[in-house]
């Protein structure tokens, strides 16, 4: 902090609270209140401070301390690294500054800024890239957007959570370089150039030893290498003792109530087993969050920012279309021209639907959602015709049961009424009513959490459109007991008394023929016990014929012999890729690998526009004339692919990650997932690292991504030699020489040519993106420092750069590159 007299009384103020404090009210700051909200002490005048979940929008609870309301999806971190477009990050995280502002929160939860390891993560939708540089450059974009709006970010996980099996106990074991290069790059770049208020440590162990009391990764490299001043949290529930975590750096303890610390610190403070000192330092670090947030004495509670606006939304509908990603476009057939057209062919399960998000903490109830085929129809206004058939289904297992498949007993939009009793048979008053979207609940409580009854029992009623004539089945998965009716019939019973995310619900079953067009009387009823304490719920539905009574993928064929142009929609369903659970397989899920390929024999005129958060197997691309990757979009998604479809918009997103022909072809294949001890045995060759050092061709390459228009790139400069410490500047022009405005992501990537380790044949140590119109030049300029140049050396301790020639390769994908030169390193 600088000596200026704000900061000096800023201090003082601490200083002077920190004397006031009893050590129990010391202790007790340094754990949650409950959920959300750390621990006030009203004696001193000392309120809770708010956190609330992201990172791509606030995810409102019904919980206490909280308001609840529906918030504005943005896309989802993958998609905000594939704009490659810092200047725009950092305007969305003000946005989400100001949303969580308004829903009454002090801390954002994110970035999320962990290493895409593997294709088959469950949380890679959440990350930004395979790549420590562009993860870094959007994460502090990122977080100096929040903050400037007075609002904390929380740098997440710390560190090498990079797989979901096993991330609560698993130990990820990895070399000092490997740490450094790859999985700590991104951190360190964060926290020194936009000071989180919060670092989140993660669950998993790092060289057998918990992430929340690693004192190497805490203390060593973040608090005093890094020079870190703020606090460092836990993830929720990612403590395992008392003594250790606060020694090894770690400051606050979530959720609350306390389970390690509180009075447990008091009591080793007390019996010599900690230093006061050491609970000093952990107590001032959360005073100087309290400060930020505007929770110390004499500060006026925060207050204003706004949400759901027309301007977040049109933002959330920018962030979308830089980020879609045009994989390939044969014969130039995108962008299409409605004049030339007369029936265009709509198929797949994506198309009327779509996933904005994957599953998880980070997933957000947006007040609207837009699909594709809702975006066309807008576009296009009748003129095109328009004809849609779903083809098939995407999901493999049950999904859950939709909001818009339900009109409530009361109250407006889709779902389902729920009402809530103080008692465990749906006696007395109902205390709570309203109606729930989604009956798709981690856990099932009243608002505020603290004030949920016990036992209590819920009710929620109204009706089921089905969208389809045929047999559908409904699925239970739940913790406590619950049934579900069907025109007053019961359906389907589960009854189970114990759930935690290691242990999960059994489902139970039950398939009915429903009639497309007939309203189905709902009634769900749900219990939880006394002692019970995870009530958990899943409602569950689908239509589910057997293979070949199944019309809708011929229907699909038809439809498209007799189209000018077929868009074909696929992707995971929501909570295909989602947080707790990592995938088996990088197929598209369902039969949608055979409706493409039908599809495609039946009109060679066929676009895929995918809709998921990893890379996806494509054994269909030979046949397909293009393919636009739209990762999850958010809420405007839907009209984001429609614009670009049709030219709106020109495509400029490139891909952050690398997509493999095959999965063997992947750097972690023969590491992933792994249980108690995940090997990082591919070192520092991740993601497009190891294609580059194996010489294995990838379906599309890091950083690749195409344009309606064309760049030329020429005049590259910069001096011939430099010492190893001096800073180069390295100047290139690109022209459009096409014949419409767009953006193109310049990217320049570092090889060692003389390296007495190994090092990988390219690296990335810089970007730009620039938008052009037709004809016009601009000079990039790129600013390396001896950083770009070094490596680190795990027997010296420091990040070394060796003399030597180092190749400077500009391009437009790590393997699409256009100009080289060689710079000699004195």
Known sequence: MSNSPLSVTLESQIDELLTKLTLKEKCALLSGLDNWRTVPIPRLGIRSLVMTDGPHGVRSTLEGGRTFSPATSFPTGISMAASWNTDLIYRVGQALAEETRALGCDVLLGPCVNIIRHPLAGRNFESYSEDPYLAGKIGVAYVKGVQSRGVGA??????????????????????????????????????????????????????????????????????????????????????????????????????????????????????????????????????????????????????????????????????????????????????????????????GPMAATGAIGGGGSSFVIPPYRTSPLEGLNELLGGKVELEFEQGCDNFEALPALAAELLTPDMGEGGGLYGQYFASGDFSGQALISRVDQSLDFWTVTFAPLEQT????????????????????????????????????????????????????????????????????????????????????????????????????????????RRADVVLIFAGWPEYHETEGRDRTHMNLTGRQDELITRVAAANPNCIVVLNTGSPVAMPWIE?????????????????????????????????????????????????????????????????????????????????????????????????????????????????????????????????DQQASVARPPAELKGFAKIGLQPGASQTVIFELDGRAFAFFDPQKHTWTVEPGIYEIRIGSSSRDIRLVGKISVL
């Open 154 to 347: 929380s740098l997440k996980h710390f560190a090498l959570n990079n797989q979901e099996t096993e991330r609560l106990r698993g130990s990820s074991d990895v070399d000092k370089r490997t740490m450094r290069e790859i999985y700590l790059a991104q951190f360190e770049a964060v926290v020194k150039n936009a000071d989180p208020w919060t670092v989140m440590c993660a669950y998993n162990r790092i060289n057998e030893i918990y992430a929340s009391q690693n004192p190497i990764l805490l203390r060593e490299i973040l608090k005093e290498e890094w020079g870190y001043q703020g606090a460092v949290i836990s993830d929720w529930g990612a403590v395992h003792a008392t003594v250790e975590p606060l020694k090894a750096g770690l400051d606050l303890e979530m959720p609350g109530p306390a389970r390690w610390f509180g009075q447990l610190l008091v009591e080793a403070v007390a019996t010599w087993q900690l230093d006061p000192a050491v609970i000093d330092d952990a107590v001032r670090r959360i005073l100087g969050l309290l400060q930020k947030t505007n929770k110390l004495p004499g500060a006026e509670e925060p207050s204003g920012g706004t949400f759901n606006t027309p301007e977040h939304q049109s933002l959330a509908g920018e962030m979308a279309e830089e980020s879609l990603t045009l994989l390939k476009n044969e014969g130039g057939i995108l962008p299409l021209n409605p004049a030339a057209l007369q029936t265009l062919a709509v198929i």
């Open 453 to 560: 009854p016990r036992p209590f029992s819920v009710r929620w009623s109204g009706k089921i459109n089905p969208p389809m004539s045929g047999l559908h089945t409904f699925g239970l998965e739940n913790a406590g007991s619950c049934r579900l009716y069907l025109n007053d019939q019961l359906l389907v019973e589960n009854t189970n008394n114990h759930f935690s995310p290691m242990d999960p619900s059994p489902t139970r079953f039950a398939s009915m023929d429903l009639v497309a067009g007939q309203a189905y009387d709902l009634r769900i009823e749900f219990v939880a016990p006394e002692w019970l304490d995870y009530p958990h719920l899943r409602v569950l539905f689908g239509y589910t014929p057997l293979k070949d009574q199944d019309p809708r993928m011929d229907r699909a064929v038809k439809l498209a």
């Open 623 to 751: 046949r397909i004339a293009a393919v636009l990757h739209a990762y999850y979009p958010g809420m405007e998604g839907g009209r984001a692919v429609a614009r670009t479809l049709l030219g709106d918009a020109n495509p400029s997103g490139k891909l952050p990650v690398t997509f493999p022909l095959r999965l063997e072809d992947t750097p972690a294949f023969n590491h992933f997932p792994e249980l108690h001890n995940v090997h990082y045995g591919e070192g520092i060759f991740v993601g497009y690292r190891h294609y580059d050092h194996r010489d294995i061709a990838p379906l599309y390459p890091f950083g690749h991504g195409l344009s309606y228009t064309q760049f030329e790139y020429s005049d590259l400069t910069f001096p011939e030699s430099i010492a190893a410490s001096q800073p180069v500047q390295v100047r290139v022009t690109v022209r459009n020489s096409g014949n419409r405005f767009g953006k193109e992501v310049v990217q320049l990537y570092m090889h």
